[in-house]
């Protein structure tokens, strides 16, 4: 099939287009949030071809994907075709709801000319649907190249925007897990982190947009993965820290229940329990090993790429069989 689909996260994307297809991927001359082309972080295969909207309107195009409620319209008007009734439409939602939960409505509630698809079955359950159909595709990761080794005594984070989104990433809990070693942080927009939790720099160590492989290289020498969000969607730098043998002390919110056995490290709402759970990974090497092996196995047993694409050509599949 030929899959119009916008480059908006790059993790899931990568994983995305991986699959069989051809993936069409708009380009504006800005690279822009709606025109952002092919990763330049990720490697992408040559089946993800860049489109610029002019291309789009003579483009035969099998079903868009859509990730924004502004991607709708954006869309038709590209094509020049009404998404949903002439090309079929199936909108991903990548988030968790935010605002008066549980009883946030979905921008695509109640329409019945796209399947609306969730990435975790927690954000399908809090999400008020309305009438519109609903599916949940797990995620996906591409196995990270490395594996884990542990060999520095150091905890690390991977979180983007830490200071803005501040309590929703936990970014306010790193300093307890400070006192205990020092945290090397990696995401977007993470500089100058230190400063504002009042830590020393020698307590915590940001790492600002570090390309993917060089960050899972770096990753993999910790002894342990802080995954501390309070209320996101399931992060996939966790399930690529996983993936790569890593241990993990989680908070048991969202997503994070089902994707972390507690075999895996630690779980807990009680961050007393997450911080004495970090000092045993620390002061013992062999039982963060045997947790990272726990965590590697639940990892590429629920979230390995194969499941990942096909159950998205069933999905896509069943969907413009439907539409003829």
């Not at 003579?58 to 008007?77: M, S």
């Not at 990270?144 to 809990?173: C, K, M, Q, S, Y």
């Not at 390995?304 to 069943?318: Q, V, Y």
């Amino acid at each position: 099939m030929n899959v119009l689909v916008w480059h908006v996260h790059g993790s899931w994307t990568t994983s995305f287009v991986h699959g069989k297809h051809r993936y069409l991927v708009p380009v504006t001359p800005d690279r822009g949030p709606y025109g952002l082309g092919r990763a330049r972080t990720y490697p992408w295969p040559d089946s993800a071809v860049e489109v610029t909207p002019p291309e789009l309107r003579r483009a035969d195009v099998d079903v868009v994907l859509l990730q924004r409620p502004e991607e709708f319209d954006l869309a038709c008007d590209w094509l020049g075709r009404r998404v949903g009734r002439d090309v079929p439409a199936v909108y991903v939602e990548h988030n968790t709801p935010k605002g008066d939960v549980p009883n946030n409505r979905h921008p695509m509630a109640d329409r019945d000319d796209l399947l609306l698809t969730h990435v975790t079955h927690f954000n399908e359950l809090f999400w008020d649907n309305g009438g519109t159909r609903t599916a949940v595709v797990e995620h996906g990761v591409v196995a990270p190249a490395v594996e884990w080794t542990g060999e520095l005594d150091r905890l690390a984070v991977v979180i983007n925007e830490p200071v803005r989104r501040w309590r929703v990433t936990g970014t306010d809990l790193l300093a307890r897990f400070a006192e205990l070693a020092p945290l090397d942080v990696y995401g977007m927009k993470v500089a100058g982190l230190a400063d504002h939790l009042g830590l020393p720099p020698d307590r915590l160590t940001s790492h600002d947009d570090v390309p993917q492989h060089a960050m899972q290289a770096e990753l993999a020498k910790r002894r342990a993965y802080l995954h501390l969000c309070r209320w996101t969607s399931l992060g996939l730098s966790l399930v690529e820290a996983m993936t790569m043998g890593m241990p993990v002390v989680a908070l048991a919110t969202t997503e994070a229940v089902e994707a972390v056995p507690p075999s895996a490290g630690a779980l807990s709402t009680r961050v007393d329990v997450l911080v004495e759970a970090a000092r045993g990974l620390l002061d013992d090497p062999v039982a963060a090993r045997l947790a990272g092996a726990a965590a590697r196995t639940a990892a590429r047993n629920r979230y390995g790429l194969e499941r990942f694409l096909a159950d998205w050509d069933r999905l896509l599949e069943e969907e413009v069989c439907a539409s003829r």
